[in-house]
């Protein structure tokens, strides 16, 4: 039985993205794409570290998860392999977006492109990941 809008609605809190070191990770996540971080707290030898948009602070969290995990290894490379991004972060403007990053020596693997109802382009977040950024027309 679907429930009214705003009644008891399932939202996105939080979505992970495995990255191979965690200061690196927070280091590109918000040095070069702009986020801001959420939360850190200390687990041994890792952390529960978080980030969020600036555009959007009480909004989705992405975990930035240690990629310790045996399977992580094959299933990222694996998607590399294939040019599959792990996600996707819209933009206002892909073109723009694009040529700020270059400028800062992210390396694109697919520069922007037009596919119809959206601009796509991909990225490698030095992390372990391709990054997708999308523009909707």
């Given amino acids: 039985m679907a429930h ?14 495995f990255v191979d070191d965690q200061d ?3 280091a590109f996540y918000t040095d070069v794409l702009g986020f801001e ?5 200390p687990l041994g030898e890792h952390r529960w570290l ?6 959007e602070p009480d909004g989705v969290q992405l ?3 240690p990629a310790a995990h045996p399977a992580v290894g094959p299933y990222r490379q694996a ?3 294939d040019g599959i991004p792990m996600t996707s972060f819209a933009v206002d403007d892909v073109h ?3 040529e700020r990053m270059v400028a800062l020596g992210v390396v694109f693997t697919q520069p922007p492109t037009d596919m119809g109802p959206v601009t796509t382009a991909v990225f490698d977040d030095t992390c372990g990941n ?8």
Avoid: C, F, W
Wanted: glycine share 4%.
């Fill in 4 to 17: 009214p809008r705003g009644e008891n609605m399932i939202r996105i809190n939080l979505t992970s993205i």
């Fill in 24 to 26: 690196k990770g927070l």
């Fill in 37 to 41: 971080k959420k939360v850190e707290v």
């Fill in 50 to 55: 978080t980030v969020v948009s600036p555009a």
């Fill in 63 to 65: 975990v930035l998860e």
């Fill in 79 to 81: 998607l590399v392999d």
């Fill in 96 to 98: 723009k977006e694009y």
């Fill in 130 to 137: 391709l990054i997708q950024i999308a523009t909707m027309h």
